[in-house]
């Protein structure tokens, strides 16, 4: 492979301008795109698990959908709108994130970035695509398929951006195809739709805040790297098409992935939420219903969707990580980065396969990345909003030493899951008797937007 920073959009060159700017002769691309980057990662089982958890948290299955719609809903729409900020820029959403947090203060979200997509994602996807793998094919054992799965995702991250654009739009029509089988396959099996007889007819909400706010993590957790695959698209490309083909790439694939999930699991265990809690191999739970031969090439599906996955989210780790302003004295530091962040979401990974409670580790992780995803989400719109007409990348990479969206980032954060989280180790003070779940992430994100206004009226750095 040859290395190469002209505006050749050659799938094989290493990509070696890691958080620099992409200048002028470098941009290719088109806004349309943006919407299979976003749609193919999102066709794999920890989509479909995600509805899952609606059986889980004892939802029927209209209750279920509604609140995946609702979560991919609200992290949709600022997926899109951070989404457009790259063309002009030319820089990751990290490299941004310093106008909210200035220059020390946004060690923290790049720090949290690295560690939720570049280790923590990266696991969780290996794990799904490694029971995919072995179920598909047995002989290999989960120690080998462990292994095939971490050197096809790493390798390709390790190239760069334009063979992540190729292999997410290629793979995204294959994807497309099974996908939609599975869809009608699902909604056709005996007892999709039923709703058991409910003990109450009072509305779930705790359970309903849960699903809603594990679909909000999961969807809204792309977004701390939206730029990231924007940011060689035309400085000229359409603002509007580029927002509606990321925002809606995302919460139409999750949406319908996850409903698959609600719909699928309702089926599997007649609605019975403890039944869904004892099922030791989801993968190979969901995938028994289906056709031997169509099922496995729903397992090749889940493969190649959980390393389309990851293939994002040890770049963008990756790219956090460079974002944070660590120095290497080697050219291709953005590609050593990601084989570093590949071992560590390897090893990860081989601790998830050997414990089978994957349902509620899956469940805990979504709600702790939208612990701190929404309120950085706040704070980093509010900024550019109060900011509108400023040059972002000017500002970005001559950060001042700004207090206020740090302040208001970590004081929010606190104060949302000390209040309002509910998980299986805590939860909150406000979250223990009033029946609504976890609201950490709503009350985090209104908390951070509020702080950040009123800190930046009092840090002159946060004006500039």
Same mark, same amino acid.
């Given at each position: 492979?040859?290395?190469?920073?002209?505006?050749?959009?050659?799938?094989?060159?290493?990509?070696? @301008?890691?958080?620099?700017?992409?200048?002028?002769?470098?941009?290719?691309?088109?806004?349309?795109?943006?919407?299979?980057?976003?749609?193919?990662?999102?066709?794999?089982?920890?989509?479909?698990? $995600?509805?899952?958890?609606?059986?889980?948290?004892?939802?029927?299955?209209?209750?279920?959908?509604?609140? &995946?719609?609702?979560?991919?809903?609200?992290?949709?729409?600022?997926?899109?709108?951070?989404?457009?900020?790259?063309?002009?820029?030319?820089?990751?959403?990290?490299?941004?994130?310093?106008?909210?947090?200035?220059?020390?203060? @946004?060690?923290?979200?790049?720090?949290?970035?690295?560690?939720?997509?570049?280790?923590?994602?990266?696991?969780?996807?290996?794990?799904?695509?490694?029971?995919?793998?072995?179920?598909?094919?047995?002989?290999?054992?989960?120690?080998?398929?462990?292994?095939?799965?971490?050197?096809?995702?790493?390798?390709?991250?390790?190239?760069?951006?334009?063979?992540?654009?190729?292999?997410?739009?290629?793979?995204?029509?294959?994807?497309?195809?099974?996908?939609?089988?599975?869809? $009608?396959?699902?909604?056709?099996?005996?007892?999709?739709?039923? &709703?058991?007889?409910?003990?109450?007819?009072?509305?779930?909400?705790?359970?309903?805040?849960?699903?809603?706010?594990?679909?909000?993590?999961?969807?809204?957790?792309?977004?701390?790297?939206?730029?990231?695959?924007?940011?060689?698209?035309?400085?000229?490309?359409?603002?509007?098409?580029?927002?509606?083909?990321?925002?809606?790439? +995302?919460?139409?694939?999750?949406?319908?992935?996850?409903?698959?999930?609600?719909? %699928?699991?309702?089926?599997?265990?007649?609605?019975?939420?403890?039944?869904?809690?004892?099922?030791?191999?989801?993968?190979?739970?969901?995938?028994?219903?289906?056709?031997?031969? /169509?099922?496995?090439? &729903?397992?090749?599906?889940?493969?190649?969707?959980?390393?389309?996955?990851?293939?994002?989210?040890?770049?963008?780790?990756?790219?956090?990580?460079?974002?944070?302003?660590?120095?290497?004295?080697?050219?291709?530091?953005?590609?050593?980065?990601?084989?570093?962040?590949?071992?560590?979401?390897?090893?990860?990974?081989?601790?998830?396969?050997?414990?089978?409670?994957?349902?509620?580790?899956?469940?805990? /992780?979504?709600?702790?990345?939208?612990?701190?995803?929404?309120?950085?989400?706040?704070?980093?719109?509010?900024?550019?909003?109060?900011?509108?007409?400023?040059?972002?990348?000017?500002?970005?990479?001559?950060?001042?030493?700004?207090?206020?969206?740090?302040?208001?980032?970590?004081?929010?954060?606190?104060?949302?899951?000390?209040?309002?989280?509910?998980?299986?180790?805590?939860?909150?003070?406000?979250?223990?008797?009033? %029946?609504?779940?976890?609201?950490?992430? &709503?009350?985090? /994100?209104?908390?951070?937007?509020?702080?950040?206004?009123? /800190?930046?009226?009092?840090?002159?750095?946060?004006? +500039?």
């Amino acid at each position: 492979m040859n290395q190469s920073t002209s505006g050749s959009a050659k799938a094989t060159s290493i990509e070696v @301008n890691d958080v620099a700017p992409i200048s002028a002769g470098e941009r290719h691309g088109k806004a349309w795109h943006l919407f299979t980057v976003w749609t193919t990662p999102n066709l794999e089982f920890a989509t479909v698990f $995600v509805g899952a958890l609606a059986i889980g948290f004892g939802l029927n299955v209209w209750q279920g959908l509604l609140a &995946v719609l609702v979560g991919n809903a609200l992290a949709g729409i600022t997926h899109g709108i951070l989404s457009t900020w790259g063309p002009s820029a030319g820089l990751p959403q990290m490299v941004l994130s310093r106008n909210a947090f200035g220059k020390w203060g @946004n060690l923290i979200p790049a720090g949290m970035s690295t560690l939720v997509a570049g280790i923590g994602w990266f696991a969780v996807n290996t794990v799904s695509g490694t029971f995919a793998l072995q179920a598909l094919v047995p002989g290999i054992g989960v120690l080998g398929a462990l292994a095939i799965i971490i050197l096809v995702q790493v390798g390709v991250a390790f190239v760069g951006h334009n063979l992540i654009q190729k292999w997410e739009r290629y793979l995204s029509y294959f994807q497309a195809v099974v996908w939609v089988i599975v869809i $009608v396959v699902v909604l056709s099996q005996k007892g999709a739709f039923d &709703v058991a007889a409910a003990a109450s007819t009072a509305f779930p909400w705790a359970g309903f805040t849960l699903t809603a706010g594990a679909a909000y993590g999961y969807t809204a957790g792309w977004t701390a790297f939206a730029s990231d695959y924007t940011r060689y698209l035309p400085e000229n490309t359409d603002k509007k098409a580029l927002g509606l083909a990321a925002g809606l790439g +995302n919460f139409t694939s999750t949406t319908l992935i996850m409903g698959v999930g609600v719909v %699928g699991f309702n089926a599997l265990t007649g609605g019975d939420g403890g039944a869904f809690w004892g099922i030791e191999n989801p993968t190979a739970a969901f995938t028994a219903e289906f056709n031997p031969a /169509f099922a496995s090439i &729903v397992l090749l599906s889940i493969v190649i969707g959980s390393i389309s996955a990851n293939i994002l989210n040890v770049y963008s780790g990756a790219m956090s990580f460079l974002a944070m302003g660590f120095k290497f004295g080697f050219k291709t530091r953005r590609a050593i980065m990601v084989l570093l962040a590949g071992l560590a979401g390897g090893l990860l990974s081989f601790a998830g396969v050997q414990n089978g409670d994957v349902a509620h580790q899956l469940d805990s /992780f979504l709600l702790v990345v939208s612990y701190w995803v929404s309120p950085w989400i706040a704070i980093v719109v509010t900024e550019r909003f109060l900011s509108k007409g400023k040059d972002a990348q000017a500002r970005a990479l001559a950060p001042k030493n700004s207090w206020a969206g740090a302040a208001a980032f970590v004081i929010a954060t606190a104060f949302s899951i000390w209040g309002f989280a509910a998980q299986v180790l805590y939860t909150g003070v406000f979250a223990k008797d009033s %029946g609504l779940g976890d609201l950490t992430a &709503v009350v985090g /994100f209104v908390v951070a937007s509020g702080l950040y206004v009123a /800190f930046r009226s009092v840090d002159s750095n946060a004006k +500039n």
